[in-house]
C-alpha cells in the first residue's frame, strides 16, 4: 500500500503534539498511537484514541482508587485469574478506537461483530476512491472440498492468469460505469446514493471502530485464528501486534487461555480421564459423534 504524503504528514503532526494528561498511559500503545499499520494492497489499521491499561482491569475487579497494586506480578496473576474464569466485565474497562481502510467483503465479515461502535464512509455523500483489493497470486485459492467455508488448492497457470484479469478488469469496468452515472457534465447525473449500487465488493472502504477489551478479544480469537479468511486474519494479525503492547499481561493470558486453550465438553473430559486411567477410547465407546471426535482428537494430536 503506498500511503500519501498528505497521510504521513498528518500522523506526523499527530505524534510531533502531545498533551499532559492526568489519565492512565500504555507505553506500549503510545508508541502506535495513530500510526499506519499497511495491510492488503491498499488497506490499512491506525490507532486513534484508547482508554485504560492492565493496571485499569485490576482497579476495575478490585474497584480500587488508583493502581491499587501491590506489584505487576500480583496485577499478571489477577489477570490470568480473571480470563481463566470467564469474568469479562474487568475487561471491559479498557477501550480503542482504530481506523481502519477495508475491502468492503471484508467489512461485511467484520460487521457480524455487533459490539462495537461503528462509523462507516458514506457513499451517499462522498465518492469512492478507485482502489479495489486485488489478491496476490499465493492466495488465490480453489473451494476447499472439505470445508464448505474454506479455500483449497492455490490456482496455477492459465486459470490463475484468467481469473486475476476478470478481477482487475470488472472492478475497473464497473467503476468507470460509476464515474459515468454521477458525472454532471452534459447530463443529471445519477444520484450516489444509488451509483454506489453497481460498485463491486473488492472496493475499499474505511470506517472507525471502537470497541471495549473483552468484545475485541472475542474478535481475535474468531479472526486471527488460522481458520479465519485470510483476508480479515491480516487484520486481526496486525491488531494482535497492538493489544500485546497496550495490555501486555491480558494479551499474553488472552493467548494461553483462548488462542492456546481449548474447551472441552463433558463427554471429551470424560474421554479424557478414561484414556488417563490407560482405558482404550474409540469414537464407538465415547459417546461422541464423528464431527465431535474428529475434533477432539484434533485437540489432543496438536
Known sequence: MSITPEQEAEVA?????????????SEGMESHLYTIKPV????????????????????????SYGKGTKSVQNDAGLIRYLMRHW???????????????LPVFV???????????????????????REFY??????????????NQGRGEVLTGEEAARVLEYLKGDAARCYDHYQEMISQEGQQGLARELARMNLPANIYTQWYWKVDLHNLFH???????????????VYADEICKV?????PAAYQAFEDYRMGGATLSGKALDCVRRMLKGESVTQENSGMSAGEWREFQT????
Open 219 to 233: 474478535f481475535l480469537r474468531l479472526r486471527a485464528d488460522s481458520h479465519a479468511q485470510y483476508e480479515i486474519r
Open 134 to 147: 486485488i489478491p496476490e497470486p499465493d492466495v488465490l485459492a480453489a473451494q476447499s472440498v472439505i470445508n
Open 107 to 129: 467489512a461485511r465479515q467484520w460487521i457480524r461483530h455487533r459490539t462495537a461502535n461503528v462509523n462507516e464512509y458514506s457513499a451517499r455523500y462522498s465518492i469512492m476512491d
Open 40 to 63: 492488503l494492497d491498499h488497506g490499512f489499521v491506525r490507532v486513534v484514541d484508547y482508554m485504560g491499561d492492565d493496571a485499569a482491569i485490576c482497579q476495575a475487579a478490585r474497584v
Open 243 to 247: 493489544v500485546a503492547d497496550w495490555v
Open 13 to 25: 503532526e499527530l505524534r510531533a503534539t502531545p498533551r499532559q494528561t492526568l489519565r492512565a498511559v
Open 87 to 101: 469474568h469479562s466485565t474487568p475487561f471491559e474497562m479498557c477501550e480503542i478506537k482504530l481506523h481502519v481502510k
Open 299 to 302: 485437540v489432543l494430536e496438536n
